[in-house]
């Protein structure tokens, strides 16, 4: 029969803890030559004293499954059991996305808009609340804008945020009101968080609005908040992200 199989590697299971507490990572240790092709499937990775460490999500988890296949390594039961949920979540989540591409949309629950999305808006809808993310490339003047707040409508997307030019961002105000009336929208006034609620008397009352629209300048200022605090997020014009470095792309 055959041999025993090589082994390359480990890979342990452990949570790193931040700013915001722990987050739940993959730590592996290989030879060498199995550690640069691990970089190029993991181009962000940086190995610490030999250990290389892994964010746990359903990409990463389906990624080293398939990498594992290549170069075997010693598992922990923890790290096996993490990386098989993750990787089978993200097999039914490319599922669910290829039969929304060919024009499978599910329903989903959520608000009633008060003007329908077209059918390739719930499209494009769907494959961003399926996908977890999408760039939408829709030509001028069909509807972007309602693909995206058709997203907001989904049950689960809120609380959300809109990142858009200066000049939209009353633009974006009135078409979520348009299409989601009673929905709490709030245009962001300063660079830096604050309490969002309304004044009564110089005291903050009521609750914080459901939506938050910002323009880019103000993105690396809210940046923190918003990763802690929104479901969704919609970058309307997102050229406006295209170059590494500024403040814009790293917020």
Same mark, same amino acid.
């Given at each position: 029969?055959?041999?025993?199989?090589?082994?390359?590697?480990?890979?342990?299971?452990?949570?790193?803890?931040?700013?915001?507490?722990?987050?739940?990572?993959?730590?592996?240790?290989?030879?060498?030559?199995?550690?640069?092709?691990?970089?190029?499937?993991?181009?962000?990775?940086?190995?610490?004293?030999?250990?290389?460490?892994?964010?746990?999500?359903?990409?990463?988890?389906?990624?080293?499954?398939?990498?594992?296949?290549?170069?075997?390594?010693?598992?922990?039961?923890?790290?096996?059991?993490?990386?098989?949920?993750?990787?089978?979540?993200?097999?039914?989540?490319?599922?669910?996305?290829?039969?929304?591409?060919?024009?499978?949309?599910?329903?989903?629950?959520?608000?009633?808009?008060?003007?329908?999305?077209?059918?390739?808006?719930?499209?494009?809808?769907?494959?961003?609340?399926?996908?977890?993310?999408?760039?939408?490339?829709?030509?001028?003047?069909?509807?972007?804008?309602?693909?995206?707040?058709?997203?907001?409508?989904?049950? *689960?997307?809120? @609380?959300?945020? /809109?990142?858009?030019?200066? %000049?939209?961002?009353?633009? =974006? !105000?009135?078409? +979520? #009101?348009?299409?989601?009336?009673?929905?709490?929208?709030?245009?962001?006034?300063?660079?830096?968080?604050?309490?969002?609620?309304?004044?009564?008397?110089?005291?903050?009352? *009521?609750?914080? @609005?459901?939506? /938050?629209?910002?323009?880019? %300048?103000?993105?690396?200022? =809210? !940046?923190?908040? +918003? #990763?802690?605090?929104?479901?969704?997020?919609?970058?309307?014009?997102?050229?406006?992200?295209?170059?590494?470095?500024?403040?814009?792309?790293?917020?």
């Amino acid at each position: 029969g055959a041999g025993p199989v090589r082994l390359y590697g480990t890979v342990q299971f452990g949570q790193r803890e931040g700013v915001l507490g722990g987050r739940a990572m993959f730590g592996v240790r290989c030879e060498p030559h199995v550690s640069m092709k691990l970089k190029q499937v993991f181009p962000k990775i940086s190995p610490q004293q030999g250990l290389i460490t892994i964010a746990v999500t359903e990409d990463s988890a389906r990624d080293l499954e398939w990498f594992l296949e290549r170069y075997p390594m010693q598992v922990s039961p923890e790290a096996l059991a993490a990386m098989s949920t993750g990787a089978r979540a993200y097999d039914r989540r490319r599922q669910h996305t290829q039969a929304v591409m060919l024009g499978q949309v599910p329903p989903i629950p959520g608000r009633t808009m008060a003007l329908p999305a077209r059918s390739y808006q719930e499209q494009a809808a769907a494959l961003a609340h399926t996908s977890g993310a999408l760039l939408l490339a829709d030509d001028l003047g069909v509807g972007k804008t309602c693909s995206a707040i058709r997203l907001l409508a989904y049950e *689960g997307s809120l @609380p959300a945020a /809109v990142i858009c030019p200066t %000049h939209l961002t009353r633009q =974006w !105000a009135r078409e +979520l #009101a348009r299409f989601l009336p009673g929905l709490r929208v709030h245009i962001a006034k300063k660079g830096t968080p604050y309490d969002m609620r309304s004044k009564v008397r110089g005291v903050h009352v *009521g609750e914080g @609005p459901e939506v /938050v629209v910002l323009n880019y %300048h103000k993105v690396a200022g =809210w !940046a923190e908040t +918003l #990763a802690g605090w929104a479901r969704a997020i919609v970058f309307d014009e997102a050229q406006e992200l295209r170059r590494s470095g500024t403040a814009k792309y790293n917020g």
